[in-house]
T-cell receptor, first 113, second 113 residues
Framework: KAGVTQTPRYLIKTRGQQVTLSCSPI?????VSWYQQTPGQGLQFLFE???????NKGNFPGRFSGRQFSNSRSEMNVSTLELGDSALYLC????????????FGPGTRLLVL | GESVGLHLPTLSVQEGDNSIINCAYS??????FIWYKQESGKGPQFIID?????DKRQGQRVTVLLNKTVKHLSLQIAATQPGDSAVYFC????????????FGQGTTLQVKP
């Protein structure tokens, strides 16, 4: 079975721009979660989607948003980029909600200049 | 707030020795825990998980121990190999009944040949 895939792998943007990241979960997995990883803050939960609905949201500003499609693929969007948004954005998928093992993709490395 | 912490930021071991990576969690309501391994430039890779109704679980060369009394989790790696060099994260589901994972800061394992 193919793992979680994320596109693009690398992105360079400038402040004020917006960006959309994509995640394809493992086949059959219905839950997708997003995390931001930075050296200072570590891995932090952004949001979680299941059945095209956001089920949980982390403590991030409204500039961070996401969605999930009927095939479980997910996208996240960051608007009005700030320098501090530079990070590795990780997507994880699991079969279902609640205490299911989450499998991570390779991440998208975003650099904001 | 909720947090999961690791006792040591860096652990250096000799190839062939056993490694023990520790983690202290703060939320006594957490009932699912996962260990991940992250190599440079990659996303976190699932190693092993344990639910709160267990105190020990074994995988291939790895063992996870859970002590709910003192809220402590450990990962033991037998016969550590150079390929085990990576950052290791423990994660818990916290008190929220969702798939959200709360990660510790990570321990860097260095294996000396």
């Amino acid at each position: 079975k193919a793992g979680v895939t994320q596109t693009p792998r690398y992105l360079i943007k400038t402040r004020g721009q917006q960006v959309t990241l994509s995640c394809s979960p493992i086949s059959g997995h219905r839950s997708v979660s997003w995390y931001q990883q930075t050296p200072g803050q570590g891995l932090q939960f952004l949001f979680e989607y299941f059945s095209e609905t956001q089920r949980n949201k982390g403590n991030f500003p409204g500039r961070f948003s996401g969605r999930q499609f009927s095939n479980s693929r997910s996208e996240m969007n960051v608007s009005t980029l700030e320098l501090g948004d530079s990070a590795l954005y990780l997507c994880a998928s699991s079969l279902d909600l609640y205490q299911e093992t989450q499998y991570f993709g390779p991440g998208t490395r975003l650099l904001v200049l | 707030g909720e947090s999961v912490g690791l006792h040591l930021p860096t652990l250096s071991v000799q190839e062939g020795d056993n490694s023990i990576i520790n983690c202290a969690y703060s939320n006594s309501a957490s009932d699912y825990f996962i260990w991940y391994k992250q190599e440079s430039g990659k996303g976190p890779q699932f190693i092993i998980d344990i639910r709160s109704n267990m105190d020990k679980r074994q995988g291939q060369r790895v063992t996870v121990l859970l002590n709910k009394t003192v809220k402590h989790l450990s990962l033991q790696i037998a016969a550590t190999q150079p390929g085990d060099s990576a950052v290791y994260f423990c994660a818990e589901t916290g008190s929220s009944n969702t798939g959200k994972l709360i990660f510790g800061q990570g321990t860097t394992l260095q294996v000396k040949p």
